[in-house]
Each structure stands twice: as structure tokens, then as C-alpha cells.
């Protein structure tokens, strides 16, 4: 069973520095278990590591799809096993690094056996949302499965309805959830997950924010509008609809950046919500000694 270290954690916790640290002393390539870093063109947005970044350590399942391209757990987890066979089989370390939880969670454990697609009733719950608006449906699902809604963003169509659809077969997509994650391990993994004070990663997420506003987002989000026009994808990572508002002048800058850094401070929760109920996960508390890290891991 091919070894391999994941380095995972809310947004800006700092996950992208310490694989670096960890890679260069264990030999490690990264591969990318973020959902929105796999877009082409959002550089600036999804905080995707730096050309300096990926120069220091070789990085995959980058650049994997265009914005409202689909990737769902099952294509990812196809694309990492084959990348982590590449670098095992080249006497490497495989160092997964993001904070996708259900992607971690596919490549630990396999894809959780759902119940199949409903094109009609999913017809019905989208209209429904066209009619009365993404959050109705949303507390719609905070009834029947309020876990699922604790993850899941109020605005979050694909993952509501999604989530809608499987608790209409009888069961509830937390129950899967919590089920598979008991499931036989695919890998032999060890998981660490970053847990800096919830303060602490509320300003380095504002401050993020604000120097993403302030060093590019804006005209990332340009660009976007110029290659689609109206017909912008339904589901941009956070931050792009409001750049793309404050371009159009129908919301102001310092509004924009507000609302985006209240967006991924849930956003955060989230995911630390989905990664706490991950087992085997050990929680790192920064400031982390790497070098220890290191040792501990190359100990077993």
C-alpha cells in the first residue's frame, strides 16, 4: 500500500507554506486536493500557489479544468491516484495538500455509494429555487438534514439540490457521509490538519482578502467577463461574483471586499466542521515545528 502524508485545514491556515517545508525535507511533490485551485485563469482568487511556490516543489491536479467546467470527487480522485502512483513509482513522497474535505475523503476512503441522479425531481428543486431563491431551499434542507446544511453555503445550488435529491430516496447525505468515512483506508495515510485560533485565522483570512482585492482579483474577474459576457459559469469560487459586481458598479469595492471576507470565514468553518469528523486526523496548533514533522513521519 503506497504511503503518502496529507497536510490539510481551513483556508489561509497556512497549509501551502508547510507542505513546501515538509516537501523539501522529505522529498515530497504536491498534489493539490483544493476544489477551486484546479480552474484555469483563478490565480489570484483561489490563492493558488505562486510560480515561486511551484517552482520550489513539483505540484499536481493544477490547472485541471476550465472555470464551469464540472469535477466532481470521482474524476479528482482518479486524476490524484494517478498522480500519486507517478511519484511513488519515482521514489517520492506523495504529499496531498488542500482543504477539499470530500476530496480527501474520496481518496482515503473511495466515493461514497450515493443514490443516483433524479433529472425530474432536480427540474422541480431548481425551478423552486428560481421562484423563491437559494436560501428557501436551503432551509428546506436544514430540515431534513441540518448537517449537511451546516456545510453547505445558503447559495450553494449544485450541492443543495444534491443534497435535497438524496434525502428524498429515504436517507440523508450526512448519513452516507458518516458511514463512509469508517470505510477501509486506500492508502496509508497520515493526516494532519492545521488549527490556528479561530482569531488568528479570521485576520489572516481579512487580510488575504484585502490583498487579493489589491493585487489582481478585480482584473481576474475582468477577464472572466470579457471570455463569457453574460453567460458567466453558475458557480465561481468565492470572491469572483462580487469582483465581478464591483466592476459593473452595482456594488461598492470596500462592500465587496466585507462580504467576501465574511463569505470565507464561513467558508472556514466549514471546512474545519468536515475535517473534525475525519478519522485519524491529528490537529497541528501553529506555530508548528517542522523539522519535528519531519522526523515523526519518517519514524512511521
Known sequence: MISLLVVAGPTASGKTALALDLARRLGGEIVS???????????????KPTPDER???????????????GMDAARWSRLADAAIADIAGRGGLPLVVGGTGLYVRALLHGVVDAPGRDPVLRARLEAEAEREGRPALHRRLALVDPEAAARIGPNDLVRIVR?????????????????????????????????????????????RVKAMFDGGLLEEAR????????ALPEKLPIGYAEAIASLRGTLPVEAAIAQVQAATRRY???????????????????????EDLARRFQAG
Not at 486536493?33 to 490563492?47: K, M, N, P, V
Not at 517552482?55 to 467546467?69: T, V, Y
Open 33 to 47: 486536493a483544493d476544489s477551486q485551485q484546479l480552474y484555469r485563469g483563478l490565480e489570484i482568487g483561489t490563492a
Open 55 to 69: 517552482a520550489q516543489a513539483p505540484h499536481h491536479l493544477l490547472e485541471l479544468a476550465d472555470p464551469g467546467e
Open 163 to 207: 443534497a435535497l435529491e438524496i434525502a428524498q430516496s429515504g436517507t440523508t447525505q450526512s448519513a452516507l457521509f458518516a458511514a463512509h468515512r469508517f470505510a477501509a483506508q486506500r492508502y496509508q495515510a497520515t493526516l494532519w490538519a492545521l488549527d490556528p485560533p479561530r482569531d488568528a485565522l479570521h485576520r489572516r483570512i481579512d487580510a
Open 223 to 230: 477577464r472572466l467577463v470579457d471570455r463569457f459576457g453574460d
Open 268 to 290: 472556514a468553518r466549514r471546512q474545519v466542521i468536515w475535517l473534525r469528523r475525519e478519522p485519524g486526523v491529528e490537529w497541528l496548533r501553529p506555530p508548528v515545528q517542522v
